[in-house]
Nanobody
Framework: QVQLVESGGGLVQAGGSLRLSCAAS????????MGWYRQAPGKQRRLVAS???????SYADSVKGRFTISRDNAKNTVYLQMNSLKPEDTAVYYC?????????????WGQGTQVTISS
């Protein structure tokens, strides 16, 4: 059974930084795109950043220039470096991976990690 486990969330002041990690475990044959999403209270879950297996990245306009997504294919792990954090970045952050495992092709989600930015 494939699992995605996020870590690295927490409470920081505005202007600070956090680094999120998400590791995929299980019998995984390949991972295509990986992404980070966030969901603030009362709002829909939205894509923050994504990265292909080849390393091409894309970002939501609200985080461009502040967040950087990266991945370590050998470790089946995706990272999100978040700098210059703002109170509006407060949300639960989820990772997602498009992968092929012993269970076939699927796109599991992690359990989420809370990020809270104080003003």
């Amino acid at each position: 059974q494939v699992q995605l486990v996020e870590s690295g969330g927490g409470l920081v002041q505005a202007g600070g930084s956090l680094r999120l990690s998400c590791a995929a475990s299980g019998v995984i044959f390949s991972i295509n795109a990986m992404g980070w999403y966030r969901q603030a209270p009362g709002k829909q879950r939205r894509l923050v950043a994504s990265i292909t297996s080849g390393g091409s990245t894309s970002y939501a306009d609200s985080v461009k220039g502040r967040f950087t997504i990266s991945r370590d294919n050998a470790k089946n792990t995706v990272y999100l470096q978040m700098n210059s954090l703002k109170p509006e970045d407060t949300a639960v952050y989820y990772c997602n991976a498009d992968l092929f495992s012993s269970s076939g092709y699927h796109t599991p989600w992690g359990q989420g990690t809370q990020v809270t930015i104080s003003s």
